[in-house]
């Protein structure tokens, strides 16, 4: 079965950096878009970054653009998502998703991991 596992959340102060994870187990994965999304209580969930198979493409939600930053190593099968000056409003759980070629939603999800941001 596909698992996508998400690591590295915490509890950190505004302005700190945090990095988390994205480990997926089917090497298949590798020629997959792998996206992160992130939900807040009582909030929808929103779009944080998107990187293309190869990591040649890259997209950013408004809300973190010049502040985080997606890659990927396809040899190591893990997404990154470096977080720098975090906000209190980044609090939410962070969840790593996969998008099969040609799809237009994505496929899989990994479970999430908490990052908390505290003012």
């Known amino acids: 079965q596909v698992q996508l596992v998400e690591s590295g959340g915490g509890l950190v102060q505004a302005g700190d950096s945090l990095r988390v994870s994205c480990a997926y187990s089917?090497?298949?994965?590798?020629?997959?878009?792998m996206g992160w999304f992130r939900q807040a209580p009582g909030k929808e969930r929103e779009f944080v970054a998107a990187?293309?198979?190869?990591?040649?493409?890259?997209d950013y939600g408004d809300s973190v653009k010049g502040r985080f930053t997606i890659s990927r190593d396809n040899a190591k099968n893990t997404v990154y998502l470096q977080m720098n000056s975090l906000k209190p409003e980044d609090t939410a759980v962070y969840y790593c998703a996969a998008r099969r070629y040609r799809s237009d939603q994505y496929n899989y999800w990994g479970q999430g991991t908490q990052v908390t941001v505290s003012s």
């Open positions: 089917d090497r298949t994965f590798s020629t997959y878009t």
């Open positions: 990187i293309s198979w190869n990591g040649g493409t890259t």
